[in-house]
Structures are given as C-alpha cells and as structure tokens.
C-alpha cells in the first residue's frame, strides 16, 4: 500500500446524525417556549412555595416513611426469603402465599386496608392467643395513626417484593461456598450470616437501590390516608389558592431532587462493590461488600 | 482413625454406592482411584456427611459422624453435633470453594473465629503461620479471584488445616488446575503427608498415589474393587476393571 498520505482515515460520514439534531433540539426548544411562555404555569408562584415550611415539612416526612417503610421491607423481605428457600414446607408455604397476596394487591388497597383496621378490630389486644389472658387493650383508632397505617401499607407490600430480590440474591451464590462452611464446621445460621449473605449483597443491592427511589415515589400514595408528606403538603395548599398546577411543579422539583440525589447514591454503592472481583493484576483494595460483611456479619 | 461399614448411598433409582468397607489408620494415605461415576467423591463426602449415607456408617476417631447410637439403631443427629465432627475433619474441594467476599488471610482465619471460638489475633497469627506452610504468606491480603488456580488451592487447604482437623479429605485437588499448577498442591499435600496427616485423596494423578500413598483403593460402579498398597494394584493389577482403568490412565 505505499503512496498513502499521512494522517488518520477519513471517518464516514452520517448525515442522519444532524438531522436527528436538528430535530431534537427544535423540539426542546419549542417545548422549552411553551413552558416559559405560559403563564398558567405561574413561575413565580413555584418560587414562593418551594422553600415553604409546609412544603418542606412534607419533604421531611416524605423521606422518614421512605427510610421507616424500606427498613420494615428489607428486614421482612430477608426473613421471607430464607423462609421461601427453607427446607421446612410450611415456612416455604407461608413465604410464598405471603409473597402472593401482598404482591398481588395494589399498595393503594392495602394502605387504606390498614387505615381503616379498626373497622375490623375496633380494640387491639396483646396476650396469650386462644386462651390466655389480655396483657394490653389498645384501641385500634389510637395506635393505627396514618403515619402507621402508610409505614404497614408500603412495608408489608415492600417486603413482598424484597423478598424476591434477597432470594435471588441468594441463589446467586455458589452452593460451594455453603459446602464448603458446612465443612469447616459452620451452622446453618453462620453459613448464612458470614458466607451466603455478604456474597448475596452484590445481587441484591442494585435491585434494591430501584425499590428505594420507587419507594421514595410510592409515598405519595399515603396523601389519601391524610399523611401529610410532600404531595398531601403541595395539596393542602393548592385546594386553600387553586394555585394547583404550580404546586405540583414544586412537589415535582422535589421528588426529581431526591430521586436525583439516591440515583448519585446507588452508582456510588454500585461501583465500590465487585471489588474481589478486580483482575488478579490490580492492587487489592478494601472490598465495599467484605466492608460491610466485617461490620455486620463477621463480628464473633 | 476412619471406619467405614456397609456405606450404601443412593439417588433417586441409582444405586451410587454399594456398600463401602474401608479402614483408614492414623498417619496412613489412602488415594481412591477408579473412573468417574465410580461413586469416588460420593463416598468421600459421605466421611464427612455432606452426603447423607442410606445405610452403613462411618466413624472418624472413634466418634460416628451425623449418627448416634440409640440401643441398636442409628439415630441422626441435631446440627450442633454434626458440626462439631465436621470441625474436625478437614476437606479440600475440586473448585476450591474460597469464600470469594473476604481476603486470603480471612478465609483460613474466619473457620476458627467462629467455630472454635478462638480469638481474632491469634487465629490470624495461626493463619498466616499455616500461609507461610504453603508459600503464599505474601498474598494474605489478596482476595480469592486475584489469585491463581494453584495458589487458591493451597489457601484452601491451609483453610481446611486451620481447623487442626484429624483427617484431611481431598476430592480431586488438582482437576480443576492447569497442568503446570498441579506440582505445587501436590507438593503441599506430599509434605503433609510427611508431617504424619490421615489423608483420604480421590484423584487422577497416579503418579502421586504411587509416590504418596499408603493404600491405593479402585473403586469401580459404587463398590471397592480391589486395594492394596500401590506397588501391588497400580503395578500388578489382579482385578480385570483395574487393569482397563490403568491401561487407560497410564
């Protein structure tokens, strides 16, 4: 090939490219006009509210029943899924028909289910079952408040779907490494606790990343049942102004601001985990899953 | 040291193991040899009860594994007690099963910590003595992945050794490894060998068997077909199956 002229080869062209461009950005920007032309949108308004305290009390209790209902759903998707994969049939059962009913039902039901569990046990008690005295008489109204009834409703309803999550994590795992505890000596309990789980986490933790931001969304569901989170906050307000459709915006601006924020947090988890898993050449570094695996799992 | 009697084993309609008899005395090397599907590795991980025999026992140091002896019957026992006689019988795999989440130090360091209840620092300092044994002292940070098939196998059995296990069983150490990474396990277990270990090894390396052994035992279709010291079987072969089997291996 000789007489060739110096210099890289002459990309090929694509002419598609700039009229997809063209397109996009002639899209956006009419898109963007609509928006800031109209003044139905009312922007100014956005402003005034979005730093209001009511909003920002929403905001609060939006990301407390975010945090107290994805804590009941992890610790109870985690006890569902060991029970799913015992060998005891009425524990695997019970797991499964658990998993089927509060699947199987939209969170919105069983939320306002829970909000209106007195209806169905007007006093709660506390005691021996079938014989056995009352240790405690509560009446259902005073201790299934909303902010409870919406933590039962979206946890009981999360659990189901963890449980999911935490089994395949589970299954994911090599059955040699429990062959391999059960021959040093370890239990049951142990093999789980310091071989099978820490190594489940790297399967389990993106998934559940997801479930946390659609929790995060789903919250809003506990506005019926007068919890005032963010959306019940946003609506307080717009049904006193009939300001509606700038407070939205503002509950809007707010749920893509967290959900932005846990999306930055779960690339971050994600890329600090699969370090064991580096090539044999790279330098060994503190692995965040064995981290996390020494404070939880491995202390004796 | 090891007793075996009548061990039967089965899956499903196939009979694997048809009555296994087998006495392995203290400090002896017994290497089980034969084809695969012979029900080799079944009976190995029948010693220590990670396959649960149908019939027959096994005893290791005169305590029966799994079982109890109730009047005579065997009755099979709660985990605590199955796990205290796997604590003491030491078992290499043939993927090394390393726990892939932890360091090389942490895997030989985690068994004791937990099981025996021994402190942190000192099982450390055992690991890294038992690391030092089998050359890879240097590597005690790395995790499982990083290292090579050869060298994991040899965590793996300064994991298993951690334990101060009476008997070290070994299934098929070095089929999973390169050619040139056989040489270095079979030296650490020829040099445990030496150091007066009862090691029970199913394997393909006759050449080890003939050099290490105390005994070799051909196992053919779930039944020991013939055993002997390996000057006897591998070279003079009474059995017609053991015959086939080496004309092929050699």
Redesign the interface.
């Known amino acids: 090939m000789a007489g060739l002229a110096p210099g890289p080869p002459v990309p090929y062209r694509r002419p598609g490219r700039w009229v997809a461009y063209v397109a996009v950005i002639l899209l956006v920007a009419w898109f963007a006009r609509l928006v800031v032309t109209n003044p139905n949108f009312q922007w100014p308004v956005v402003g005034k509210y979005l730093f209001d305290p009511n909003i920002l009390r929403g905001v609060l209790l939006t990301v407390e029943l975010t945090v107290s209902a994805m804590c009941i759903g992890i610790t109870l998707g985690i006890a569902l899924a060991l029970m799913r994969l015992s060998s005891n049939p009425l524990l695997s059962t019970f797991a499964q028909v658990y998993i089927v009913c509060f699947r199987g039902t939209p969170a919105l039901v069983q939320l306002i289910f829970w909000f209106n569990l007195s209806a169905l046990f007007p006093v709660i008690t506390i005691g021996v079952p079938f014989f056995g005295p009352d240790l405690m008489r509560v009446d259902a109204n005073a201790l299934i408040t909303p902010f409870v009834a919406a933590n039962l409703g979206l946890g009981l309803c999360e659990g189901a779907y963890m449980a999911e999550i935490v089994r395949s994590g589970i299954l994911s795992v090599?059955p040699?490494?429990r062959?391999?505890?059960?021959?040093?000596?370890?239990?049951?309990a142990?093999t789980m606790r310091?071989?099978v789980l820490?190594?489940a986490l790297r399967v389990i933790v993106p998934p559940t990343g997801n479930q946390v931001i659609g929790m995060l969304k789903y919250t809003s569901l506990a506005s019926v049942i007068s919890v005032t989170e963010l959306l019940a906050s946003a609506e307080l307000i717009y049904t006193r102004t009939f300001e509606t459709i700038p407070l939205l915006i503002v509950a809007s601006l707010w749920y893509l601001a967290l959900t932005t924020l846990l999306t930055a947090g779960q690339r971050v988890i994600e890329r600090r985990l699969g370090?064991?898993?580096?090539?044999?050449g790279?330098k060994?570094r503190r692995?965040f899953?064995?981290a996390v695996?020494?404070n939880l799992f491995?202390t004796? | 040291m090891i007793v075996a009697r009548g061990v039967h084993k089965r899956y499903g309609h196939v009979e694997v193991l048809k009555g296994i008899d087998l006495d392995v005395d203290a400090g002896r090397v017994v290497c089980i040899i034969g084809a695969s599907g012979a029900g080799k590795s079944t009976f190995l991980r029948c010693i220590n009860h990670l396959e649960r025999p149908d019939a027959g026992y096994i005893m290791v140091d005169g305590h029966l594994v799994g079982y109890r002896r109730v009047g005579d019957r065997l009755h099979e026992v709660g985990e605590r007690e199955l796990c205290a006689a796997r604590a003491n019988i030491g078992m290499v795999f043939q993927r090394f099963n390393l726990f892939q989440h932890i360091t090389v130090i942490e895997n030989v360091s985690v068994a004791p910590i937990m099981v025996k209840k021994v402190a942190p620092a000192e099982a450390r300092e055992r690991a890294m003595q038992l690391l030092e044994r089998v050359g890879l002292a240097s590597k005690r940070d790395r995790y499982p992945r990083q290292l090579s098939g050869g060298e994991q196998q040899r965590v793996a059995i300064a994991r298993a050794l951690a334990m101060e296990p009476r008997v070290m069983l070994f299934d098929e150490p070095t089929s999973a490894l390169d050619p040139e990474l056989v040489g270095e396990v079979l030296s650490v277990m020829r040099s445990l060998a030496e150091d007066g270990m009862t090691m029970v090894v199913v394997t393909h390396e006759i050449g080890f068997a003939r050099e290490v052994a105390d005994e070799v035992v051909f196992m053919d279709d779930g039944v020991i077909a013939e055993k002997g010291p390996p000057s006897d079987i591998l070279r003079s072969p009474r059995n017609e199956r053991t015959r086939e089997f080496l004309s092929r291996v050699l």
């Open positions: 090599d040699g490494q062959e391999a505890a059960a021959a040093v000596g370890m239990t049951h142990q310091k071989v820490p190594q370090r064991s898993h580096s090539d044999p790279s060994p692995d899953v064995a695996g020494r491995l004796p």
